[in-house]
Each structure stands twice: as structure tokens, then as C-alpha cells.
């Protein structure tokens, strides 16, 4: 549940379509851009309650395809 987590996850799943962070206290802009960048099959993304992601992580989500990923952020 840390940065660390989501690199790895990044390196070996990057077929994931569905990925469930919220209240992931110590998830940050990097571990976000590292998906964004990474897991390009993505189709929904929930960020709700994750302190440490802020207006600069949610724009590298920006870096999907057009129809992706429906994103959920609290």
C-alpha cells in the first residue's frame, strides 16, 4: 500500500483492468504516474481517500488512451 507496492504491481501486472486503491494512506503522485504509465489496459481506477495524491497525480492519468480509465477520487 506504498509507492513500493505500486511499482511492483506496474512491473509484473500490467495486464490489470480494474485497480482498487482507496484508502491507500501512503500512495503518491509518482505511484500513480508509474500506473499511468505502465498498466495501459486499465479501465477503472478508484483513488478515493489517498491523502498524498494530488492535482499533479491525477493529471498523469491524463496520459491514457481516450476511453480509459473511468477514475474514482475523493
Do not use: E, Q, W, Y
Not at 479501465?43 to 473511468?70: D, R
Amino acid at each position: 500500500r506504498s509507492d513500493i507496492g505500486i511499482s511492483h504491481l506496474a512491473r509484473h501486472c500490467r495486464g490489470i483492468i480494474s485497480l482498487n486503491l482507496a484508502h491507500c494512506r501512503n500512495v503518491t503522485d509518482k505511484g500513480v504516474a508509474l500506473i499511468a504509465r505502465r498498466c495501459r489496459n486499465l479501465t477503472a481506477l478508484n483513488l478515493s481517500f489517498c491523502p498524498k495524491i494530488t492535482s499533479i497525480g491525477l493529471m498523469s492519468i491524463g496520459a491514457f488512451p481516450p476511453h480509459g480509465p473511468s477514475l474514482t477520487h475523493a
